[in-house]
């Protein structure tokens, strides 16, 4: 079993800043990718940000500038530290992991969802 715990979300205002965290712990042996995706009312969901076992990010153009994400290894967390928010930054975020299990099998698996919500 796996499970994905976030928070950090809320309400903020337009060019306010939140910190998502999410933590992972269970049957995990290592992870390869931890990202956050984000679904809007009426959109599908898309990436944000990701950062692999190395350290390498990528990130939505539509955040680039604005949104840092980072990563605690020890603690098998991941971070996204958004800036400068914009109403079209509502939306369910998501924390997603790509992860190798206790026997060796790779897996993908999504956290509950945190709403994020940009307005005055």
């Known amino acids: 079993q796996v499970q994905l715990v976030e928070s950090g979300g809320g309400l903020v205002q337009p060019g306010g800043s939140l910190r998502l965290s999410c933590a992972a712990s269970?049957?995990?042996?290592?992870?390869?990718?931890m990202g956050w995706y984000r679904q809007a009312p009426g959109k599908e969901r898309e990436l944000v940000a990701g950062i692999d076992s190395a350290g390498s990010t990528n990130y939505a153009d539509s955040v680039k500038g604005r949104f840092t994400i980072s990563k605690d290894n020890a603690e098998n967390t991941v971070y996204l530290q958004m800036n400068s928010l914009k109403p079209e930054d509502t939306a369910v975020y998501y924390c997603?992991?790509?992860?190798?299990?206790?026997?060796?099998?790779?897996?993908?698996?999504w956290g509950q969802g945190t709403q994020v919500t940009v307005s005055s």
């Open positions: 997603n992991i790509d992860y190798i299990g206790q026997g060796w099998d790779r897996f993908d698996y």
């Open positions: 269970g049957s995990i042996f290592s992870i390869n990718v």
